[in-house]
């Protein structure tokens, strides 16, 4: 029976994938990225991928404002995963959108036509309006490191609030100015 469980596991062990998430600092996230960008999400489509191996999401964003790169009124990304008829495809980490969402989105290439969602969720800093005052605030994703020590996720943790779209804006703007600012 040993021997035919060690086969087995040879024989496919190869078959076996796995997603490893290692958190990024802000002061990464925003320099590793090509582009970043506010705005609202207006077109969500699945598209096959890989000679239809797999399902990625073509993702468009009407931009209200750039805080790095771009210039036009619109930005269309690819995240992993997807669906399409009775087929899913699912990247365990990667985002998922829906028409009408508002995102700050920090994205850069991989080599391929579209540009792709820095670390996957970690590049999506989703936009809330407050019920209370209306204004806009962001969310920082749950995976996101504060230094090079392990970490403990804490439901209400301070780096975790959310902060007005404008006091965000001044926080990439500063990790971009020369000698850029830790968050």
């Known amino acids: 029976m040993r021997k035919l469980l060690v086969v087995a596991c ?19 996230v ?15 489509r699945p598209q096959w991928a890989d000679n239809r191996r797999r399902i990625d999401t073509v993702v468009t964003l009407e931009v209200a404002s750039w805080l790095k790169g ?7 990304f690819k995240v992993p995963g997807g669906e399409m008829g009775r087929y899913r495809s699912v990247m365990v980490g990667a985002p998922t959108f829906q028409p009408g969402d508002e995102a700050v989105l920090f ?18 800093f989703r ?27 804490r439901r209400g943790a301070a780096n975790r609030r959310p902060v007005a779209l404008d006091e965000f804006g001044a926080q990439v ?9 830790a968050r």
């Not at 209306?134 to 994703?141: I, K, T």
């Open 107 to 124: 994205l850069k290439s991989d080599g391929s036509d579209l540009p792709v969602v820095f670390g996957l969720s970690q590049g999506v």
């Open 127 to 153: 936009v809330k309006i407050d019920a209370d005052t209306g204004r806009r605030l962001v969310v920082p994703p749950a995976l996101l490191a504060s230094g090079n020590a392990p970490e403990v996720l």
């Open 10 to 28: 040879v024989l496919f062990g190869a078959v076996a994938h796995a997603t490893v998430l290692i958190p990024a600092e802000f002061r990464e």
């Open 70 to 76: 771009g210039s036009d009124g619109t930005i269309t």
């Open 30 to 44: 925003v320099q590793g990225s090509e582009l970043i960008a506010y705005g609202r999400i207006v077109d969500v």
């Open 173 to 181: 703007r500063s990790v971009l100015a020369p000698g850029g600012a």
